[in-house]
């Protein structure tokens, strides 16, 4: 057989490992554990939503936070983490105009040295939210718009099955051609990276959460630590998982029903901006693992479409059936994705195309990161940021 069919094969492999030997990353039936009982008392709950800048989605998110049915004590602190636009402001004149929950804005002002900004912004929410005493904390992004009864499943699901750490996985904003073309992907690609069924084990094989959505026990987190041990953190959710796993807490991530991002990504640019400022981080800026995932992505979403061209247009007939089979997987295990996300079937074979701009938005990353740009987001520019911890 020639050089490129052993290659197809190869790949084929690959993907015949991913299908049955990736904890089945493919799924997306890890939905939040059913209730096994209200709790009572309900315990009190207090909603840290850390703020940059997001005057804009406000509207849309914070009165969903406000409109919360939950039964026990609980309120809303957002910590306007430097804005100029008038965040603090405006979410002051919703909480006025729409009532429901009580809201309280703190402003801490810039970071301090060995800080990322959200963390710095949790870690003083954080602090005035313990000071009330509640059981949990539910931590939410500013363009996290939650159903009424968010919090409450949130909580049953915390307490009935003596979870530390619940995070949901939210509904990313799916409109615009680009959005649908990478959206679907960026989660597809999370949980082949972390596969949800590892992470809910009860000796889990993986750790990570999404931090969009996250209901913390205050207890556990003030055992790990957080959020001063994983204050350098420019991927916080992963590492926040790994301080209360090394903590002893138990730890739950699934994909959400209830909880949508608003954000719109309606261009390549943004969505760009969003994959490259941390990709490199995630690899611990370590050129070799860099040059690993080139090579990987490469076997795994170029080459099958690639072989199955070339196998046909040459007539190695076993490059072209390896590659084709490969990326005959490839685009089954991302279908249920696509259905999750309401998008058409005709998407998944488009898979490699994704895959490539992941690979030059991973690489753009490292090149940012070494012309010292490091991690940019909202103004602020981190050049040798931390990425999540292994211990």
């Not at 009424?148 to 949130?154: E, I, K, M, W």
């Not at 490469?298 to 076993?318: E, F, H, R, S, W």
Request: some cysteine; aromatic content about 8%.
């Amino acid at each position: 057989m020639s050089p490129l069919a052993w290659i197809a094969i190869a790949a084929l492999a690959v993907w015949g490992w991913l299908l049955l030997g990736q904890g089945f990353f493919w799924r997306t039936d890890q939905r939040l554990p059913a209730p096994a009982g209200a709790p009572a008392p309900w315990p009190g709950v207090v909603v840290v939503v850390p703020a940059r800048d997001e005057a804009a989605v406000l509207p849309l998110s914070l009165p969903s936070l406000l409109a919360q049915d939950y039964p026990g004590p609980a309120e809303v602190i957002l910590v306007d983490d430097g804005s100029t636009d008038g965040t603090g402001e405006r979410a002051a004149e919703l909480a006025a105009c729409h009532g429901g929950l009580p809201l309280t804005v703190v402003s801490p002002g810039e970071p301090e040295p060995g800080w990322t900004g959200k963390l710095w912004a949790l870690r003083h929410g954080m602090a005035l939210a313990r000071a009330r005493g509640p059981e949990f904390l539910l931590l939410t992004d500013a363009d996290i718009a939650h159903e009424p009864d968010s919090l409450r499943l949130l909580v049953e699901a915390a307490a009935g099955h003596r979870l530390d750490l619940v995070s949901q996985m939210a509904r990313l904003r799916v409109a615009s051609g680009w959005e649908r073309l990478i959206v679907p992907a960026f989660v597809y690609f999370f949980c082949q990276l972390y596969p949800f069924r590892w992470i809910n084990r009860r000796q889990p094989r993986a750790t990570a959460a999404a931090g969009g959505c996250v209901l913390l026990r205050a207890k556990t987190a003030e055992r790990a630590g957080v959020p001063a041990a994983i204050r350098q953190a420019v991927i916080d959710d992963v590492s926040l998982a790994r301080a209360v796993r090394r903590a002893g807490g138990r730890v739950w991530l699934g994909l959400a029903d209830r909880v949508d991002s608003i954000r719109p990504y309606p261009r390549l640019a943004d969505l760009w901006r969003m994959v490259a400022r941390s990709a490199y981080a995630q690899l611990r800026h370590n050129p070799a693992l860099l040059a690993g995932t080139v090579a990987g992505l490469v076997l795994v979403y170029l080459v099958p479409p690639g072989a199955l061209v070339a196998g046909l247009l040459t007539g190695d007939a076993p490059a072209a059936w390896a590659g084709g089979l490969a990326w005959a997987v490839m685009a089954g295990t991302y279908l249920p994705m696509l259905r999750y996300y309401r998008q058409p079937p005709w998407l998944a074979p488009l898979l490699p195309l994704t895959a490539l701009l992941y690979l030059l938005m991973t690489v753009d990353s490292a090149v940012q990161h070494h012309r010292g740009r490091g991690a940019a987001w909202k103004g602020r520019t981190y050049a040798r940021p931390e990425a999540a911890p292994d211990r």
